[in-house]
């Protein structure tokens, strides 16, 4: 039997999976002999002996020639910096060596004049072999866009295929990578399991619109159904993610979500990146405030540290006031020993004595029933607390029907409350939701009758309330959301590397 | 202006994430103080001292009751372990606790007997609280079918919500987890970006049927196009990961893919996770070959140690002559300095042969210029090297268009082969592949042109090649493959939370 074999041998496999992981992440590892080139962040990152020959391979960010010597700087692309080459004679530079070509160089390594701006430079002489020295692997047309310095963020959109190239969305690519590791060492560290729930779907999450259908290019057109129904896909994979949360009681994914959303704004994408996170034995919605707190505040230390300690580096490259700017939000992250908490009600009451008071002017007044708007976020994050604040305890009608409803009030529908939370952020608004989840088979049923929802697609779902129901909760994040928020990006298409929206999928 | 004054922030941003990372990852975190109770895994990793009072969590693994106790063992899913406890007198035990029931249990952590085969065990006697002694949070049906210990595979796909709940699949799932980490890590230590390519695109990559089609809800139904034209979800992210090479020099990605296949094998699935890498300024196939072998043992390598760091829990617990039969395989991995690589038609040669010589006897005999059945691939890798084994260099009208064509016959198109790889290891067949990508303009378009392919859609992708093209390769391998072989698991649907299939996607 293949179940009872497997399961004695999986249990091998599983038994210091989670235990061990501290120690597996935290343990020494030897540098890797990769079969490749060495990258410019590896040379800067650990310099060979000075006037020890080396090869340098990259893309030239810029170059000029006078009448004894060429100077080009080259770039690939693993760091931001560039290394230096001092081409002696200009000679040995091809004619075909332009801003935005690929090159190879081979020189001596050489530490930086006393008093120059960088440590080491790499010296191209030719002695060995004139026509190794300085080699162009692909020319760059007249028109290569990136040859001028600076292009608008509307502009690089337009060109898919060169945008990444540059400096500002080549720093926000590895900004993605830190951010998602960061995030993963967190999840590891707090005991979770990252899991992989499925993005094509039969279940709507959120009950509502804005959803993309998936058929088989060669059964549409036969009017057939590849999955035997309707398949679309997932805009949230909170419901797998639930039934996984009841079998390994801490569960993580990051995964894409799509919406088919037609409004044109600058913090929505039709595909996007979402973390999301369940947790069974939790009983109150503080304990997902606190811990969603932690995983942002992880990540924000992380990245301070980082800037810290590269301190001379930045000195020497940037513009001190435009640091400022940055790392002071991110100071101001941690900086509190915790975030503050209101609830809806709360929150509805500060933003009437604000337009009371003639200290805000809104566009829309905040009415105790309807949902937060855009502008009463970003006020009450960014001007009222100026840091980010978790708002619990919305109405029960602006909310979807899986979210625990709170005892005061339940039997009065238009003042009862769900056990949720909005986290809201300076500048972007709501960045994570969550809820405790309705664990009691028959209040769920209850809410999903009163709201005359179809229940058979839910059926899978509500079976996990009919064996083993715990209580439970999680949330949800936009990592676009998060990544526009950290690097202060104002379009959450530049934190993407290929942006889709509605008229937009070019390639 | 957005993109100067974002430049210079970026930079900051970017200085040190690459360079630091070994340092971050190696650096000791002190364990977190979650809102949460504490886990299985938790209690058991560090244990609380004897005789103090704690809580657990989680569901009935088993029970029985005599005269004067009662046993009730508890399982989470943090670890497969689950917690003995035992319970005086057995009445505390509520008359609705059944194995799959979840519990909250109050007692004291106590030592095990000598001569027992557990460590600890948790005495329950209701002292302080008899009505807290034992809590069941969720009561289980009577036709609750995990009560039962064993069910088949097969049997167990058809009950998703329950399914995952199951001491193999909980274990599978983590077993997912650890190895994504491994990976991350991985390829953190090697330099590499994380990057998320689009699923939404307008591209057929492999040039081939079966995709699924994707359409906004609200268009579909009034004949419009959301994205201004036809949009599918990606089978393989390798041209937009291209582009991000061309950026950042060495990426990959993690990632969903969808191939809408009607072929219903036990290693196919519609929805799949790929893992994809690019790399740039590498010139051979063997660069290619030696890293991927590199990314594999670390894999392995990591699983294994933890085997036998946990070689005392193992004994306990399974059954050894299993634990064996699994431990070979990742010991055969590891075992030789560097797999064996042979050509295509080398491949060719050793499979005629072996049937010459009567050794073998393929269902579909070897023909130079067709491709290997999977037959072949499986014996080459199980019988003949009993190894995993790269396969290079296949004839050119095997392989899709943009693989680079080798110089020797590259004017025969019938005898000419591509600079390109799979790595096939026994029971599976083909896990990886990859290849050199043309990076000559000219070249790819004489290849575009002789197959006759529509070149409109590939122009962004050709346009790579037009500026600053760089010599580059990359491979892609099936996540599920990779779990599948390594946890010797019979049916890629089981390694899998949510399997998608044809005619399957019941939630």
Redesign the interface.
């Known amino acids: 039997?293949?179940?009872?074999?497997?399961?004695?041998?999986?249990?091998?496999?599983?038994?210091?999976?989670?235990?061990?992981?501290?120690r597996?992440?935290?343990?020494?590892?030897s540098?890797?002999e990769?079969?490749?080139?060495k990258?410019i962040?590896?040379i800067?990152?650990s310099p060979p002996a000075n006037s020890s020959p080396i090869t340098v391979?990259?893309?030239v960010s810029g170059s000029r020639t006078s009448k004894n010597v060429a100077f080009v700087d080259v770039r690939?692309?693993?760091?931001?910096?560039d290394i230096k080459c001092i081409v002696r004679p200009p000679s040995l530079i091809p004619s075909n060596l332009n801003t935005?070509?690929?090159v190879?160089l081979h020189g001596l390594w050489t530490e930086g004049k006393k008093g120059s701006s960088q440590a080491f430079e790499l010296q191209v002489n030719g002695n060995d072999n004139p026509d190794a020295a300085v080699k162009v692997?692909?020319?760059?047309?007249e028109l290569?866009p990136?040859q001028k310095k600076?292009?608008?963020?509307q502009f690089?959109r337009t060109i898919?295929?060169?945008r990444?190239?540059?400096?500002?969305?080549?720093?926000?690519?590895?900004?993605?990578?830190?951010v998602?590791?960061a995030l993963?060492?967190f999840f590891?560290?707090?005991?979770f399991?990252?899991?992989?729930?499925?993005?094509?779907?039969?279940?709507d999450c959120e009950g509502a619109?804005?959803?993309?259908?998936?058929?088989?290019?060669?059964?549409?057109e036969k009017g057939e159904k590849?999955?035997?129904?309707d398949?679309?896909?997932s805009v949230s994979t909170q419901?797998?993610l639930e039934?996984?949360c009841?079998?390994?009681?801490?569960?993580w994914t990051l995964?894409?979500c799509?919406r088919?959303e037609?409004s044109d704004t600058n913090r929505h994408l039709?595909?996007f990146?979402m973390l999301e996170a369940e947790?069974?034995?939790?009983e109150d919605v503080?304990?997902l405030t606190?811990?969603s707190e932690?995983m942002i505040k992880s990540v924000v230390q992380?990245?301070h540290d980082?800037?810290e300690?590269?301190a001379s580096?930045?000195t020497e490259?940037?513009?001190k006031q435009?640091?400022e700017?940055?790392?002071s939000r991110w100071e101001m992250m941690l900086k509190k020993d915790q975030w503050d908490t209101i609830t809806y009600t709360e929150a509805i009451e500060i933003l009437h004595r604000s337009m009371e008071e003639g200290k805000t002017n809104f566009k829309f007044a905040p009415i105790w029933g309807e949902s937060l708007k855009s502008e009463h976020e970003k006020w009450l994050a960014g001007s009222y607390f100026g840091n980010p604040v978790f708002v619990t305890d919305y109405p029960l009608n602006e909310k979807p029907f899986y979210m625990q409803i709170n005892p005061e009030n339940s039997d009065n529908i238009d003042k009862a409350t769900v056990a949720c939370f909005d986290l809201l952020v300076p500048d972007i608004g709501e960045l994570i939701g969550g809820s405790m989840r309705e664990?009691d088979l028959k209040k769920l049923e209850a809410e999903i009758s009163r709201r005359e929802m179809d229940v058979s697609p839910l059926q899978?779902?509500l079976?996990?309330?009919?064996?083993?129901?715990?209580?439970h909760g999680g949330f949800g994040m936009g990592f676009e959301r998060l990544l526009q928020y950290l690097?202060?990006?104002?379009n959450i298409r530049?934190v993407?590397?290929?942006p889709?929206h509605?008229?937009?999928?070019?390639?």
Chains 1, 2 share one sequence.
């Open positions: 039997m293949l179940s009872s074999r497997i399961a004695v041998k999986r249990n091998a496999l599983s038994v210091h999976f989670t235990s061990q992981f501290s597996l992440s935290s343990s020494k590892t540098p890797l990769l079969p490749f080139p990258s962040s590896e800067l990152s391979n990259g893309w690939d692309g693993t760091t931001f910096q935005g070509s690929s190879t692997l692909g020319e760059v047309e290569y990136l600076s292009h608008t963020a690089l898919p295929e060169y990444l190239r540059t400096i500002e969305m080549s720093a926000i690519l590895r900004f993605r990578s830190v998602e590791t993963v060492e590891n560290s707090a005991g399991t990252k899991t992989h729930p499925p993005l094509i779907t039969s279940s619109g804005e959803l993309f259908k998936v058929e088989s290019n060669s059964k549409v590849f999955f035997g129904k398949a679309y896909l419901l797998h039934v996984m009841a079998a390994l009681s801490r569960v995964t894409p799509f088919a037609e039709s595909e990146w947790v069974a034995f939790v503080r304990q606190r811990f932690m992380r990245l980082n800037l300690n590269s580096n930045l490259t940037i513009d435009l640091v700017t940055m790392t664990h899978w779902y079976a996990l309330r009919e064996n083993g129901s715990v209580p690097s202060c990006t104002e530049d993407v590397p290929f889709r509605v008229d937009s999928c070019p390639c």
